[in-house]
Nanobody
Framework: QVQLVESGGGSVRPGESLTLSCVASGFKISTEHMAWVRQFPGQGLEWIAIISPTGSITASADSVKGRFTASKDNAKNTLYLQMNSLKAEDTATYYC?????????RGQGTQVIVFS
């Protein structure tokens, strides 16, 4: 059974940093592309970043490029999202997904609030 559990969200000031974690079970992330997406209140999902099975290849959306970095520890079956220079417009619920399709399995999400 695929399970994804995100954590690490919180309330921070603009310019601060957070690191999100996603612990996977029921499958090995070393064999899958994994992604991070976010959802603004009342809106659909926005793709943020994707990382290859080995972790050697990553890509990110223009809105977070240069600020957010996806990484993974295959031994721990855990995915990370390092978020630097956070902005108010980054306020959202963040999810990790197995794969990157529109119906990709995701966890319960972790909320990030950036406030002045």
């Amino acid at each position: 059974q695929v399970q994804l559990v995100e954590s690490g969200g919180g309330s921070v000031r603009p310019g601060e940093s957070l690191t999100l974690s996603c612990v996977a079970s029921g499958f090995k992330i070393s064999t899958e592309h994994m992604a991070w997406v976010r959802q603004f209140p009342g809106q659909g999902l926005e793709w943020i970043a994707i990382i290859s099975p080995t972790g050697s290849i990553t890509a990110s959306a223009d809105s977070v490029k240069g600020r957010f970095t996806a990484s993974k520890d295959n031994a721990k079956n855990t995915l990370y999202l390092q978020m630097n220079s956070l902005k108010a417009e980054d306020t959202a619920t963040y999810y990790c997904t197995k794969g990157s399709g529109p119906d990709a399995p995701r966890g319960q999400g972790t909320q990030v609030i950036v406030f002045s």
